[in-house]
């Protein structure tokens, strides 16, 4: 999952369980994909932007749809749990847009206007899984042959347990910013 800012490079990916949860959520709201497929959903948190992709993995087939959402903040002035609620509510919507098959989803960012905020949105069929497979398996047979963002040595990810701890407890625990 590449960010929308080109600038965008340390990230904290939402915690495991909180993802488990955003699942559950998508089955109990789409009861109908839930049966004939799978939900995905994947979050990261830079220093100025929340990135959110939720997907549906039919069963039987390879092509995974993807909503996909980018939203700027401060972390200075907004709380940035709150801006993940509106990632998460935007890609949720979106979704519905494609189940209900009823509107056109674009396929780069595009910006719309949700409250105050700026929120850009994509559309994609990106299949998670079999891009970490594919992903994983040019590292292990030459590391030159892919640009992963995971090896970047900008990363909060991997480089201070603690560090990365503190940062979700602030996000997930601090509901007064």
Request: proline share 4%; aromatic share 8%.
């Amino acid at each position: 999952m590449k960010p929308r800012n080109t600038n965008s490079k340390k990230w904290t990916p939402f915690p495991k369980d909180f993802l488990v949860e955003i699942k559950k959520a998508l089955g109990a709201n789409f009861p109908d994909q839930a049966t004939n497929g799978e939900f995905i959903a994947d979050g990261r948190i830079f220093s100025n932007e929340v990135l959110v992709r939720l997907g549906h993995l039919p069963k039987g087939l390879i092509s995974q749809a993807n909503a996909e959402v980018s939203i700027t903040y401060d972390a200075k002035k907004e709380n940035v749990k709150q801006v993940i609620d509106v990632a998460i509510d935007c890609a949720g919507s979106i979704l519905q847009s494609h189940f209900d098959g009823d509107e056109e989803l674009p396929r780069q960012w595009t910006k719309f206007e949700v409250g105050n905020k700026d929120v850009f949105i994509q559309f994609s069929t990106i299949n998670t899984r079999l891009e970490a497979q594919a992903d994983e398996f040019l590292r292990s047979t030459d590391p030159d042959l892919i640009e992963d963002d995971l090896q970047s040595e900008d990363l909060v990810k991997g480089e201070d347990f603690d560090q990365e701890v503190e940062a979700l407890k602030k996000v997930f625990n601090d509901e007064e910013n």
